[in-house]
DNA sequence: GTACCTTTGAAGTGA
DNA sequence: TCACTTCAAAGGTAC
């Protein structure tokens, strides 16, 4: 797969997780027929799920709002798609970021600042009006990244939720899905980009369009798009949202083309309130722009939790006393694969069931994940890679290990030589599956199936370290690494997967499970081996 | 108010 | 090197 390598030399990290497709042309020919086969299973999905909403709550009417309504048209989208593709071709000049790697993120690849879709600069919610929509499609759904549901009532930055500082220094090639948080836009002044007609009269704020409304070149669901990040958002300073700074030293241009210019850096200044941009005395990096990742520890509830001015010091600095290291800004850990694929496709996901429940959305999201192509988790794990990369490269001093304690953690240790001390009444108690077995078999996978069973091909399987040698092995995928690292998937999870409450078999559809691919298929008799040995609907944690 | 649930993957820890 | 743990997102649920 070309793009796979597209990356090549200029990429800073290792090619361990690029690999060819050996059957790229099977895989492109399957590809497409996959996509149209989904859509035309989408449609009977959609109305599959219309009929057994309908019979639903009266609540699933708005869902049903937010419910995709058409296919947009795969012409038009394959021409938009091509024609962002060329345009970013045109714009990238050979810098860090090389042509995009994936096409449903054609406009996530915006290496230059100073090109001319930055020149107003990306701080300025006016700036981003200067963005042709026609060249920044996203940009062009309207105020659908600021607000994540139009259920909610609240604005993401307003939400009660753990409000993610989510302001850059640069723009983020996977901008907008690097989303940290969802709260990205600035709700007190809508970008000028968006359309009046999508703004809430009454407050100014972008809601999310109706489905139909969305862009239809974005390869995503509506609701996925209004959890994307708008890919400047992060540089959108917001109001009552506290920034962090940059640890002292702790930055650096990582990129040549990503250092910010000045215009950009008085910009950074003028636009950010003393608070947001924070003059650290050991002196910040230049750009004195905060990563989206960097988390105020107040504002992630983490004890002693001070003011968010007082996040602003420093962190990482050697042998700090224990207040400094309170005050330390909550860096949070770049999104993996999974975790990108999960927030693009979750507010699909819910768009199409009556779930609500994360747990049993996850559940759904884990086995779409394994049906998915080998290409299509190329593309997130690639963009998994790079985000770590430029997570890396943002904070050269932070650990993973740095996070470890800092939220409460949960003791869900099912170990069977774990005291009996050890099982809260919550783990013992009995925990339902949410998706029933024949649902389960529709998809592949339990937790250890992985790539295993939804290889493209098994030529595929076998060409790619994807695929597991064996079930309790990880895969690796695009990743020339045969290590076979051992996840809690492996390890502590339970066998099965449970869920302390049923999902409502009613609002389950299928649709929520991903079609089985041939080969899927043929892995499924096998499954239905497996799951037709466990209790169907009941089963009880595996803690002894 | 907050931990838990669920998913996968990355990274850290300890043996 | 391996097994295991923790955290990342999300939001309803339970305590």
Redesign the pocket.
């Known amino acids: 797969m070309p793009q796979l390598n597209g990356g090549g030399g200029d990429d800073l990290g290792a090619n361990d997780?690029m690999i060819s497709f050996k059957d790229e042309g099977e895989q492109e020919e399957k590809i497409s027929e996959d996509v149209s086969a989904e859509r035309d299973l989408d449609d009977v999905k959609s109305s599959l799920v219309n009929e057994s909403e309908n019979n639903s709550s009266s609540s699933d009417s708005e869902q049903a709002e937010r419910r995709p309504q058409t296919r947009p048209d795969s012409d038009l989208y394959e021409k938009t798609r091509d024609y962002f593709s060329e345009a970013l071709r045109r714009q990238q000049d050979g810098g860090f970021f090389k042509s995009p790697h994936y096409p449903g993120y054609p406009f996530l690849m915006i290496p230059d600042l100073s090109n001319p879709y930055l020149s107003n600069s990306p701080l300025s919610p006016s700036a981003r009006t200067v963005i042709p929509a026609y060249e920044w499609p996203l940009l062009d759904v309207p105020g659908s990244a600021g607000l994540?549901?139009p259920?909610?009532p609240t604005p993401g930055h307003l939400?009660?939720?753990?409000p993610?500082v989510q302001h850059a220094h640069h723009i983020h090639p996977l901008s907008s899905l690097i989303?940290?948080?969802?709260e990205h836009f600035s709700p007190g002044t809508p970008p000028g980009h968006l359309s009046p007609e999508i703004l809430d009269p009454k407050t100014g704020i972008p809601r999310t369009p109706h489905p139909s409304e969305l862009s239809p070149y974005y390869p995503l669901s509506p609701g996925a798009v209004g959890?994307l990040s708008h890919p400047l958002g992060w540089l959108v300073p917001q109001q009552g949202q506290p920034m962090y700074s940059i640890p002292p030293g702790g930055f650096r241009h990582p990129y040549p083309a990503l250092a910010m210019n000045a215009s950009m850096s008085s910009l950074v200044s003028s636009r950010f309130s003393p608070h947001m941009v924070t003059h650290s005395p050991h002196g910040l990096h230049q750009t004195g722009i905060p990563h989206p990742?960097i988390?105020s520890p107040a504002i992630?509830?983490e004890p002693h939790g001070d003011h968010i001015s007082s996040s602003m010091h420093a962190r990482k600095s050697p042998g700090p006393p224990k207040k400094e290291e309170d005050k330390k800004p909550?860096?949070?850990?770049?999104?993996?694969?999974?975790?990108l694929y999960?927030?693009e496709m979750?507010?699909k996901v819910?768009a199409e069931c009556t779930l609500?429940?994360?747990?049993?959305?996850?559940?759904i999201?884990?086995?779409r994940?394994?049906s998915l192509s080998r290409e299509e988790?190329a593309k997130?794990?690639e963009l998994?890679?790079k985000e770590?990369q430029l997570?890396?490269q943002l904070y050269p001093g932070?650990?993973?290990?740095?996070?470890?304690?800092?939220?409460?953690?949960?003791?869900?240790?099912?170990?069977p030589?774990?005291t009996p001390e050890d099982f809260?009444?919550?783990?013992k108690?009995q925990?339902?599956?949410?998706l029933p077995p024949e649902k389960m078999c529709d998809s592949p996978?339990?937790?250890?199936?992985?790539?295993l069973d939804s290889p493209a091909t098994p030529s595929a399987a076998l060409a790619s370290p994807?695929a597991p040698a064996t079930h309790?092995?990880?895969?690796?995928?695009?990743?020339l690494t045969t290590?076979?690292?051992?996840?809690?998937?492996?390890?502590?999870?339970?066998t099965?997967?449970?869920?302390?409450?049923p999902i409502p078999f009613a609002s389950l559809h299928p649709s929520m499970l991903s079609p089985p691919s041939p080969f899927h298929q043929a892995a499924l008799h096998s499954h239905h081996a497996l799951f037709q040995s466990q209790p169907l609907s009941l089963v009880t944690?595996s803690n002894d």
């Open positions: 997780e994540k549901d259920r909610s939400s009660n939720k753990v993610v989303s940290y948080s969802n959890q990742a988390v992630k509830q909550h860096i949070k850990k770049p999104l993996n694969a999974f975790m999960m927030k979750r507010a819910v609500k429940e994360s747990a049993a959305i996850n559940q999201l884990g086995r994940w394994h988790q997130y794990y998994a890679r770590r997570h890396s932070w650990s993973a290990r740095d996070n470890y304690g800092k939220r409460k953690k949960r003791k869900r240790d099912n170990k030589d774990s809260s009444i919550r783990n108690k925990c339902v599956q949410y996978a339990s937790s250890h199936g992985s790539m994807a309790s092995e990880q895969a690796q995928p695009l990743s290590k076979a690292s051992s996840s809690s998937t492996s390890g502590s999870q339970p099965t997967p449970v869920l302390s409450r944690k």
